[in-house]
């Protein structure tokens, strides 16, 4: 059984860093894309940072580019995303995501949410101004 758990958030002033994991069981990660969402109050769920080592792709939003990282390590099943220069539009619930990529599928997808077949339940991050 696929399953998924993040973790990490928490209250972070501007100008902060945190590190969110998402714990993965039941697959192995070379096998699925992994996709790091988040949903602000009244906005839509968007994608953050996506990876598919079948692809060889990594998506970065524009508004993360240069300030998240994302990373993954195997022997843990852990994916990481790494938060710096927090602001106040990065306050959201986060998302991790994972998708078989047993069939194959533009890359340009990767950032899309309807891609993704397995969710966790979401880390709440909340960056005071």
């Known amino acids: 059984e696929v399953q998924l758990q993040a973790s990490g958030g928490g209250l972070v002033q501007a100008g902060g860093s945190l590190k969110l994991s998402c714990q993965t069981s039941g697959f192995t990660l070379d096998d699925y894309a992994i996709g790091w969402f988040r949903q602000a109050p009244g906005k839509e769920r968007e994608g953050v940072s996506c990876?598919?080592?079948?692809?060889?792709?990594?998506y970065y939003a524009d508004s993360v580019k240069g300030r998240f990282t994302i990373s993954t390590d195997n022997a843990k099943s852990t994916v990481y995303l790494q938060m710096n220069s927090l602001n106040a539009d990065d306050t959201a619930r986060y998302y991790c995501a994972a998708k078989d990529t047993i069939l194959t599928f533009p890359s340009e997808r990767l950032r899309q949410r309807d891609l993704y077949d397995f969710w966790g339940q979401g880390t709440l991050v909340t960056v005071s101004s």
């Open positions: 990876f598919s080592r079948s692809h060889g792709s990594t």
